[in-house]
T-cell receptor, first 113, second 110 residues
Framework: EPEVTQTPSHQVTQMGQEVILRCVPI?????FYWYRQILGQKVEFLVS????????KSEIFDDQFSVERPDGSNFTLKIRSTKLEDSAMYFC???????????FGQGTRLTVV | KNEVEQSPQNLTAQEGEFITINCSYS?????LHWLQQHPGGGIVSLFM???GKKKHGRLIATINIQEKHSSLHITASHPRDSAVYIC????????????FGQGTRLTINP
């Protein structure tokens, strides 16, 4: 069964450093998403990406964050100048069309120390 | 504000019991998803509904559009069903994001 793959599964970084979280969406999917879940809280939408550009983003997704699809298979989330409060589980998801169900990756647990 | 509320927050039951988890939302939606999150954190999509009822194995999901309410039922529950069950909605046809409920932590004891 096709799946969304995220790497790494766990990343520890020092405050102020930049991190790149990587995702390989399902190959025929056209819509890509990043969500995050701070420990004990709801899953929150960050950004959606379609046709090589951001199609929707939340208030959380400020200039500290950026997304890229560098090579047609990977979909990355870059977080610059990480803060303690960026510690969370980050989920990548993809869907074939916007109205269809999204497939989620296993998540990357980011810990900022 | 577009909100999604689930109840109960925590549910403990004995193996074999019939389980119901509820989800209500504030305004009309284009689709509702039920998801399962295991202790390791990974999220698995169970159902996507826009009307009526869907069944997969021991899982049944229903939605009542007029009442803005959905339920997830598990028949003949088993300890391996223990997980967090999350309701998430897409609030309009053009919206791409899902808005999540806070989840229901289900524990099935043997």
């Amino acid at each position: 069964e096709p799946e969304v793959t995220q790497t790494p599964s766990h990343q520890v970084t020092q405050m102020g450093q930049e991190v790149i979280l990587r995702c390989v969406p399902i190959s025929n999917h056209l819509y890509f998403y990043w969500y995050r879940q701070i420990l004990g809280q709801k899953v929150e939408f960050l950004v959606s990406f379609y046709n090589n550009e951001i199609s929707e983003k939340s208030e959380i997704f400020d200039d500290q964050f950026s997304v890229e699809r560098p090579d047609g298979s990977n979909f990355t989330l870059k977080i610059r100048s990480t803060k303690l409060e960026d510690s969370a589980m980050y989920f990548c998801a993809s869907s074939e069309e916007v109205g269809l169900g999204a497939f989620f990756g296993q998540g990357t647990r980011l810990t900022v120390v | 504000k577009n909100e999604v509320e689930q109840s109960p927050q925590n549910l403990t039951a004995q193996e074999g019991e019939f389980i119901t988890i509820n989800c209500s939302y504030s305004v009309g939606i284009s689709a509702l998803h039920w998801l399962q999150q295991h202790p390791g954190g990974g999220i698995v999509s169970l159902f996507m509904l826009s009307s009526g009822k869907k069944k997969h194995g021991r899982l049944i999901a229903t939605i009542n559009i007029q009442e803005k309410h959905s339920s997830l039922h598990i028949t003949a529950s088993h300890p391996r069903d223990s997980a967090v069950y999350i309701c998430a909605v897409r609030f309009s046809r053009g919206a791409q994001k899902l808005v999540f409920g806070q989840g229901t932590r289900l524990t099935i004891n043997p």
